[in-house]
């Protein structure tokens, strides 16, 4: 089964949009190196990237596609022409934005898990609050995760990462996935101990991009510290 192969760690690799590691060949290398370190899952964006990365590893991969529609705050997989996508490129999970925003083929959440699984993939509802991952649940999601928490206008402020809205997860029965601000293997662990069937981490392991500013930012704000200013005597 699905599911049973992935209890543990999700690796998700996006690369930023403009990043040189932005490439499917690259990508899928970083998908080699997270399974090969224990990793029993990816999470990957884009049906050119998952594609490389089907063809790179065996492990059950989560697949995304963002896309902005004007009017639409929705962009994780908000259509049905991007679940296609995914699922032709070989993902086996199609993950999608679960809140109760409008999309701009007008399905809802019951719409857009049926979609999913006329195609034969499992559907990961991407959710932000407690409300979203029950109605996620009863709507047949499969999987129910907290990868929105923070970042819509009900949610905006609220701690990462987000136990208390795993712990709804993990209530509804549904496989529940702790997804957004884990930065820790401490982190892991108490999600783990919470009921999470997996944890997903992207940035901590795969942001290389926004890991090495994060570095060179503190090195700058030392060097233009006053003291550092200062003129050297001998």
């Not at 908000?78 to 993902?91: F, K, L, Q, R, S």
């Amino acid at each position: 089964m699905i599911l049973e192969r992935m209890r543990g760690l999700i690796v998700s690799i996006q690369p930023e949009p403009d990043s040189l590691l932005n490439q499917p060949e690259i990508v899928a290398l970083l998908a080699r190196a997270a399974v090969a370190n224990g990793a029993l899952g990816v999470r990957i964006e884009g049906a050119e990237r998952l594609a490389a990365v089907r063809a790179a590893v065996d492990v059950p991969i989560v697949g995304l596609v963002k896309r902005s529609y004007p009017g639409f705050a929705p962009y994780i997989t908000p259509t049905a022409d991007e679940i296609d996508a995914i699922v032709a490129a070989g993902a086996e999970i199609v993950a999608f934005d679960a809140t109760p925003r409008p999309r701009p083929q007008g399905d809802d959440v019951a719409g857009m898990v049926a979609r999913i699984h006329a195609r034969g993939a499992l559907a990961m509802a991407d959710c932000a609050t407690g409300p979203d991952v029950r109605a996620a649940a009863a709507a047949g999601a499969g999987i129910v995760a907290t990868t929105l928490c923070g970042y819509t206008e009900d949610s905006r402020g609220h701690q990462l990462p987000a136990l208390d809205v795993l712990r709804v997860a993990v209530a509804t029965g549904a496989f529940a996935i702790l997804e957004g601000g884990v930065a820790a293997p401490d982190q892991v662990s108490a999600a783990i101990g919470a009921g999470a069937g997996a944890v997903v981490v992207g940035t901590a392991l795969t942001n290389l991009d926004a890991r090495i500013r994060t570095f060179a930012a503190a090195a700058a704000r030392q060097k233009s510290a006053p003291e550092n200013r200062l003129p050297r005597t001998v």
